[in-house]
């Protein structure tokens, strides 16, 4: 069974302080890599995805996210953070198989302060 | 735009009452799931279905149940409720791997959540 490790449960950043949140996984294949965010009183929507190609993948509102396949890991960068990218942010990983269920890190609470 | 709808945003229930928490997607999707989300502890994965009738447990099926007699239509049902699942519940849905017409599969839609507080 897969599993993912997001490294910092809270973070506290001022605006346009530069933004990079850990995200390792384990498991044995290949697999589809996700960051989710969930704004407050918000939906958990899709920040950006790995499926394959280019490892360094482009999201919405400025994210991108590295996959380095090397160490498992698929870390979350913003140059420069905003009061309103306060939230929280969770990894996930689907096997590329099977039902390609999606296993979550715990979160990390991210608090930008103006 | 995917809809992904879940029936009550806010339910309080009582030990031992028998609860339904119903979910409609609105996107031909085959895969649906419930999770629940708590506090440190991320989304943790209860069920999930990938066809009508069809059910697969997650993590954490302890205490639940589900049903799926329509394509749409993904319910979870806590038999007899008890405090320990007092959280939020989260559904989603999907395509399954490889039949979305775009980039889209594998990626979940989720809905709004429903809290629940069990007395």
């Known amino acids: 069974a897969q599993s993912v490790s997001q490294h910092n449960h809270h973070v506290i950043l001022s605006e346009a302080a530069s933004l990079e949140l850990g995200c390792n996984y384990s498991?044995?294949?290949?697999?589809?890599l996700f960051w989710y965010v969930q704004y407050p009183g918000q939906h958990l929507q899709l920040l950006l995805k790995?499926?394959?190609?280019?490892?360094l993948v482009k999201g919405i509102k400025g994210f991108e996210a590295e996959f380095i396949k090397s160490k498992f890991s698929f870390n979350l960068r913003k140059p420069s953070v905003q009061w309103s990218d306060t939230a929280e942010y969770f990894c996930?990983?689907?096997?590329?198989?099977?039902?390609?269920?999606?296993?979550f890190g715990k979160g990390t609470m991210l608090l930008v302060s103006p | 735009d995917v809809k992904v709808t879940q029936s009550s945003r806010y339910l309080v229930k009582r030990t031992g009452e028998k609860v339904f928490l119903e979910c409609v997607q609105d996107?031909?999707?085959?895969?649906m799931f419930w999770y629940r989300q708590d506090p440190g502890l991320g989304l943790r994965l209860i069920y999930f279905?990938?066809?009508?009738?069809?059910?697969e447990k997650g993590d954490i099926p302890e205490g639940y149940s589900v049903s799926r007699e329509k394509k749409e239509r993904f319910s979870l049902i806590l038999e007899s409720a008890s405090t320990n699942q007092t959280s939020m519940y989260l559904c989603?849905?999907?395509?399954?791997?490889?039949?979305?017409?775009?980039?889209?599969?594998?990626?979940?839609?989720f809905g709004p959540g429903t809290r629940l507080t069990v007395l």
């Open positions: 996107m031909d999707h085959e895969n």
């Open positions: 279905s990938y066809d009508v009738k069809m059910k």
């Open positions: 790995y499926f394959s190609g280019d490892p």
């Open positions: 498991y044995g294949g290949t697999v589809n």
């Open positions: 996930a990983v689907s096997p590329n198989s099977g039902y390609s269920t999606l296993t």
């Open positions: 989603a849905s999907s395509f399954p791997m490889g039949l979305a017409l775009d980039s889209s599969t594998d990626t979940q839609y």
